[in-house]
């Protein structure tokens, strides 16, 4: 039976065995065809786009090995870290410890002095800004319709009481001008007659009126003496300045059309400024009128600045829950502008605290650090709280005491070593 089968099997691959020859040759035959028919595509590239397709094929070639090899290979390790028990230590304390055996600091670079505590002021910082003084600004409008003729003062430019701002052209000065004119011609004519002189009061009280008009759309009294004196109207209106200061801001340019009431400039006095502060809701039971502060701002870091309250707002901002504090503050050097950022100090009372030069602290984020001394050869980073004095002190309220060596010059040098053991 099995012979009967095997025999089966080889007359049927005898009769398929042409077949599968001709298969075999017509498929490599249309191989070839498809291969040759590439390469010669290839080779009539530019030499630029050859060079693309092989940087293609070789880009392919490393992608597919890569994804073979992260298949085949595992390099995800497992990696414990272990916190050691100093950085522990100093991360709980903030105290570090440091030890220099046989080295000998230069007293040149690094200078030590005992901690004493002293009577330092208490004060509470209010932030705001600068502003002029509403009081002694003011806005000059127009009192009459008219026409810009001329602008004699610009933005920034220094004036004085009766300084020439701007020129106009009015209609309504025009008029007032002729009635003052023709009342003027009446009275000097009744003063004459010795019939009429009972209409001279009259008249009189016309042309005051008339020269009340005119004060009233802006002339000086110069103006309404020149223009009794020459007897003829005067062709513009000229606005001055009320006050001694600078021009804030212009409104207006030649050739404007201004109606009655329109703004034309903005002046203000320089030497005469207010602080306006935002005193935390905390510390409104610490504040009051007459109470003096100092100023600092950043463009003069060693320079104060005084000031005195006289305004404290009745409610609370609901937007930034804080109050608002006014202080009036002399200007007479100039160096303050409006609209500057400034710190106020406000002392509330005094306290005991020890007292260090600002290059004492070693500032790390928000923390505050001294070194001292103690013993020949060690030394220790300590964590301290408190607040600038000023510019050049520092008031320490908790984490030195009394007798302690304090490393006030040379801190930040002999920081790098304990950043360097931390590390």
């Known amino acids: 039976m099995l012979e009967k089968i095997q025999s089966i099997v080889r007359r049927i691959a005898e009769k398929l065995n042409p077949a599968i020859e001709k298969l075999g040759h017509y498929m490599g035959h249309r191989l070839q065809l498809v291969i040759a028919s590439t390469v010669g595509m290839y080779w009539k590239l530019s030499p630029q786009n050859r060079y693309r397709v092989r940087l293609a094929a070789f880009a392919f070639a490393i992608l597919s090995m890569g994804i073979v090899l992260g298949r085949i290979t595992n390099v995800n390790r497992v990696v414990k870290i272990e916190a050691s028990d100093?950085?522990?230590?100093?991360?709980?304390?903030?105290?570090?410890?440091?030890?220099?055996?046989?080295?000998?600091?230069?007293?040149?670079?690094?200078?030590?002095?005992?901690?004493?505590?002293?009577?330092?002021?208490?004060?509470?910082?209010?932030?705001?800004?600068?502003?002029?003084?509403?009081?002694?600004?003011?806005?000059?409008?127009?009192?009459?319709?008219?026409?810009?003729?001329?602008?004699?003062?610009?933005?920034?430019?220094?004036?004085?009481?009766?300084?020439?701002?701007?020129?106009?052209?009015?209609?309504?000065?025009?008029?007032?001008?002729?009635?003052?004119?023709?009342?003027?011609?009446?009275?000097?004519?009744?003063?004459?007659?010795?019939?009429?002189?009972?209409?001279?009061?009259?008249?009189?009280?016309?042309?005051?009126?008339?020269?009340?008009?005119?004060?009233?759309?802006?002339?000086?009294?110069?103006?309404?003496?020149?223009?009794?004196?020459?007897?003829?109207?005067?062709?513009?209106?000229?606005?001055?300045?009320?006050?001694?200061?600078?021009?804030v801001k212009r409104s207006v340019e030649p050739g404007s059309a201004l109606n009655s009431g329109d703004v034309i400039t903005t002046l203000a006095d320089p030497k005469q400024l207010w602080f306006l502060g935002n005193v935390f809701e905390q510390d409104v039971r610490l504040i009051s009128p007459g109470q003096k502060l100092v100023l600092q701002v950043e463009a003069y870091p060693d320079k104060e600045f005084v000031a005195y309250a006289n305004y404290i707002a009745p409610t609370i901002d609901p937007q930034t829950r804080a109050l608002l504090i006014r202080a009036e503050i002399e200007n007479t050097d100039g160096l303050l502008r409006p609209d500057m950022f400034a710190t106020a100090k406000l002392t509330t009372g005094m306290a005991d605290a020890v007292v260090v030069p600002q290059t004492a602290i070693v500032r790390i984020r928000e923390m505050r650090y001294v070194i001292i001394k103690v013993g020949e050869e060690l030394y220790r980073r300590v964590p301290v709280k408190g607040y600038d004095l000023n510019s050049k002190a520092f008031a320490i309220t908790e984490g030195v005491e009394p007798g302690a060596r304090v490393l006030t010059d040379g801190a930040v040098l002999l920081n790098d070593r304990f950043a360097k053991q931390e590390d």
């Open 86 to 247: 100093k950085a522990l230590k100093v991360q709980k304390s903030g105290v570090l410890e440091l030890k220099l055996p046989g080295v000998k600091l230069n007293p040149e670079i690094y200078l030590f002095q005992d901690a004493q505590k002293v009577q330092v002021p208490v004060d509470i910082k209010v932030p705001g800004r600068l502003a002029f003084n509403a009081e002694k600004s003011k806005v000059l409008s127009a009192r009459a319709p008219g026409r810009v003729e001329r602008i004699f003062a610009f933005d920034g430019a220094p004036v004085s009481i009766g300084s020439p701002i701007v020129e106009l052209y009015s209609p309504e000065f025009m008029s007032a001008q002729q009635e003052y004119l023709l009342s003027s011609k009446t009275a000097k004519v009744l003063e004459s007659s010795q019939t009429m002189s009972d209409l001279l009061g009259d008249a009189r009280i016309t042309q005051e009126a008339a020269a009340n008009r005119m004060r009233t759309l802006g002339a000086s009294d110069a103006d309404i003496k020149t223009i009794e004196s020459s007897g003829k109207t005067l062709n513009h209106l000229i606005m001055r300045s009320p006050l001694n200061g600078v021009v």
